[in-house]
């Protein structure tokens, strides 16, 4: 293949990444791969792997030149990641990609109580701002980590009170994402959130988790200050500390509660809700 396709996916050696590029090369789409480390990309007939580090602006242009439709899956997370999240926004301006596709997170804004949405807020922001089409996909937070947030000892800890989650499968998410990517055009300047189909609290999670997996499962609400100390046996920097409890007061505060039907809307299949996540 002489040019690279014009449909490049980041994040492909991740889960929801890895999901999107299979599904489209299983439709057939030629894709361009984009990866820090090409050697660990799926081989998928008709995909070419390219380098690409969000923070290294001359690679990325090098590895975009010609994409139109570019599906960003958000970086690492680290405390420059904002930065890095600009720096190749502007390289996909450079590059000459026409629009990115991104995955944001439920109720980005420049004060949400999750102090990661903050930073998706501001990277929806630098997209705009660079005259790019966009269509931003804010996925509630992952329904694939309520049972592993209880840890080995099966209890979710965190500072949640009563409120609720409208959590979403990865599957859900990718399926959705591959919907867009097969007529981006049909979803430029687009805002979806993408959530389950119930809004459970976690002690109602808990219980779905302890019903199907047959052993005890709960959830303990801590305060803020004993979700910090709790957290202290992690080595982790301060912003990371706040990340992992605001996750906890952001369901508090009601931000991710919301159910919508966009998965359902974009891929025409009801989302998965987490006892049938768990069923496989």
């Not at 990718?174 to 959130?193: E, F, G, I, K, N």
């Not at 976690?202 to 709790?230: M, Q, W």
């Amino acid at each position: 293949m002489s040019t690279p396709p014009p449909l490049a996916i980041t994040g492909v050696t991740g889960t929801v990444g890895g999901l999107v590029a299979r599904q489209l090369a299983e439709a057939g789409v030629e894709l361009r791969l984009l990866a820090r480390t090409p050697s660990k990309a799926p081989e998928l007939p008709g995909a070419v792997v390219l380098p690409c580090d969000y923070a290294d602006r001359a690679l990325c242009e090098r590895s975009l030149e010609g994409v139109e439709t570019l599906f960003m899956v958000s970086g690492r997370e680290n405390e420059n990641r904002l930065e890095e999240h600009k720096a190749f926004i502007d390289s996909a301006k450079s590059a000459g990609v026409r629009q990115i596709v991104y995955t944001s997170f439920m109720g980005a804004a420049p004060d949400a109580v999750f102090t990661l949405a903050r930073d998706h807020f501001h990277t929806e922001e630098h997209i705009k701002a660079a005259g790019l089409g966009f269509t931003f996909l804010r996925d509630c937070l992952y329904l694939d980590f309520l049972e592993p947030f209880g840890g080995p000892e099966g209890v979710i800890r965190g500072p949640a009170d009563g409120g609720r989650v409208a959590a979403v499968a990865q599957a859900d998410v990718a399926r959705s994402a591959a919907a867009v990517l097969q007529d981006p055009r049909a979803h430029a300047q687009t805002a979806y959130t993408l959530t389950g189909p119930e809004a459970l609290t976690l002690a109602e999670a808990a219980d779905v988790i302890s019903d199907i997996r047959g052993r005890p499962f709960a959830f303990h609400n801590e305060t803020i200050d004993e979700a910090y100390e709790s957290r202290k046996k992690w080595p982790a920097p301060p912003w990371q500390y706040d990340a992992w409890v605001s996750t906890y007061t952001a369901i508090a505060a009601g931000e991710l509660a919301e159910v919508t039907d966009d998965v359902e809307r974009l891929t025409g299949r009801r989302p998965l809700s987490l006892a049938e996540l768990l069923a496989g």
